[in-house]
């Protein structure tokens, strides 16, 4: 399907050797930006050269400057009245910060973006709509509604890009991606990004990507720098294990994930009457409670964001120490992207998950995922002893089936002589 290239060794190690437009330079400088991430160094010259792209790496980084610089660069060069590009995203809160991160680079030029997404009245985006921005961030629903009314105009996109591309599928967006698709000109450039990629998005990437350089930076194994646990615990018992894990010296800031919105309101709150300065962020708040909740976790008026899933994705706050999975994850896949909320940015972190002896089955898919066994901690008086057995039982069985030659194959060995014939009975 595609051509694939290296990640550059030292070809683009700095941002003055992708000569981009001095306005665009001075907002990368005053931003902070040093050195380009890989996926960055490797995206960014495909993408400027007018190529699809197919980007596959973790949340974390750095893909939304790996899409915007060459967008913004482009515009510089070639203004035209918008929008000239679409980014579409899976929640709220990424688009949102998607679009904060385009105007942090774009802010000494006149570029302009808008943010549409639902949960909010539409007038505010429909009137930002009408000023014919440049860029146009949202999420899939709203981006239909809004079209479907007259009020976005597609015509003109010369660049689509789909951001979390496997989280959009998970969230049922893929019909409304295909209408929205019928919609953009058929000459345009395309860019899609994914932590994962389950068949049906490489479906879809085989559909609307023209030979795209894929830029791969990983598997789907979780960064180098998080540090994983496995907790055993009785149900009845993870509020106390919670509070035993928060009273650590090392963790300053945590992110705790619930399988449920209402475990997620009720924790956050207990957690409140504890002492803690803790927030829930679930999916029945409005969209100004979440972004109360999310602005006072980033600037540290929270120690503790307490949320579902919706948080899993998107949400880049610096500095988190810890994730940790209060329930676990729904499936493995899930596991990469919520612990992708700690080690950002080549920053070290903690993942802890809970589990009871209902978790075995997911704890063997998660392993098998990402390559390698989460060590055990176990913590006298919480329980888990069924856990913690199966976890010995298994190894012990597997060392016997090791010391014995009947691994994965062994018994078809044990059925050849020295020679490696079959014996008289193999059959």
């Known amino acids: 399907m595609a051509s694939s290239i290296p990640i550059p060794s030292g070809g683009f190690d700095r941002f003055d050797l992708f000569d981009f ?37 973790r949340t974390g980084t750095g893909k939304t400057a790996a899409f915007a610089l060459p967008i913004l660069d482009v515009l510089l060069d070639e203004p035209v009245r918008g929008p000239s590009a679409l980014v579409l995203a899976p929640t709220r809160e990424l688009a949102t910060q998607i679009d904060a991160e385009i105007r942090l680079l774009a802010r000494f030029t006149k570029i302009t973006t808008a943010t549409i997404f639902g949960g909010v009245s539409q007038h505010a985006q429909v009137a930002a709509l009408r000023r014919r921005p440049d860029v146009v961030v949202g999420c899939p629903g709203r981006v239909l509604d809004l079209l479907g009314q007259g009020h976005l105009k597609l015509d003109g996109v010369d660049v689509l890009v789909l951001d979390e591309a496997d989280h959009m599928f998970d969230m049922g967006f893929l019909p409304s991606i295909r209408r ?96 803690h300065r803790a927030v829930g962020l679930q999916g029945n708040m409005s969209q100004p409670q979440r972004d109360r909740a999310m602005r006072g976790f980033r600037e540290r008026r929270f120690d503790i964001l307490v949320a579902t899933d919706i948080a899993a994705r998107g949400i880049d706050v610096s500095g988190v120490s810890h994730v940790i999975n209060f329930d676990v994850p729904t499936t493995p896949e899930a596991y990469t992207h919520r612990i992708g909320r700690t080690g950002r940015s080549e ?17 063997r898919a998660t392993e098998r995922m990402i390559g390698k066994e989460i060590p055990l901690v176990r913590l006298d008086g919480f329980g888990g002893d069924a856990f913690a057995s199966d976890r010995r039982e298994a190894a012990e069985t597997a060392g016997r089936r090791r010391a014995n030659g009947r691994g994965r194959g062994g018994a078809r060995r044990e059925q050849r002589d020295g020679t490696g014939a079959r014996t008289d009975g193999a059959r």
Request: hydrophobic letters at 45%.
């Open 21 to 57: 437009h001095p306005q665009l330079a001075r907002g990368i400088r005053e931003a902070g930006f040093e050195a380009p991430r890989p996926i960055q160094s490797a995206a960014i010259p495909a993408a400027l050269d007018g190529r699809d792209v197919l980007g596959l790496a």
């Open 180 to 275: 929205i698709l019928g919609a953009l000109p058929r000459e345009r450039q395309n860019l899609l990004f994914s932590a994962t990629m389950p068949r049906e998005i490489r479906r879809l990437a085989d559909e609307i990507l023209v030979d795209p350089v894929v830029v791969e930076l990983a598997d789907s194994a979780p960064s180098e720098t998080i540090e994983h646990a496995l907790y055993p615990v009785a149900e009845g018992r993870k509020r106390d294990l919670l509070e035993n894990v928060l009273a650590d010296d090392g963790c300053q800031s945590a992110i705790v994930f619930t399988r449920t919105k209402h475990r997620a309101r009720r924790l956050a709150q207990q957690l409140c009457d504890a002492g």
């Open 347 to 363: 920053r070290e972190g903690k993942a802890l998950t809970f589990v009871t002896s209902d978790d075995r089955a997911w704890v």
